[in-house]
């Protein structure tokens, strides 16, 4: 199966990413959308507003924060299926504009979709 990963949505494009996929809510930063090189925005998978505002990407709340974008995923078990499905045929990339490359929602969404059953 091809692979999922995730990057940041700063980095150069590349060919290797395949499906390349935004999994924020907010249009990320000084991105021009026709230099993004994206298949898809898919605010859906992202987390909610409340959740993403509380969080505010502070270390000491990540486990807490991942735990309840678990339960908010839950309800979109539709979406992550057909991610699922995506990458099945070709990798694909979620791509985040958070700064922290070791605590951000993408690195869950990750973990959640490579559990997901067809």
Not at 13 to 27: S, T
Not at 29 to 46: F, Q
């Amino acid at each position: 199966m091809p692979p999922i990963k995730i990057k940041r949505i700063y980095e150069k494009p590349e060919e290797e990413d395949g499906y390349r996929i935004l999994v924020d809510r907010l249009w990320p930063r000084g991105v021009k959308k026709e230099n993004a090189a994206l298949d898809e925005w898919n605010k859906n998978v992202a987390p909610s507003t409340p959740l993403r505002k509380w969080f505010a990407h502070d270390e000491e709340k990540f486990k807490i924060f991942s735990e309840k974008y678990r339960e908010e995923l839950k309800e979109q078990l539709g979406e992550l299926k057909r991610l699922r499905s995506i990458s099945r045929e070709q990798p694909l990339t979620l791509l985040y504009a958070a700064k922290n490359e070791t605590i951000n929602h993408a690195i869950v969404l990750l973990e959640s979709l490579k559990k997901t059953k067809l």
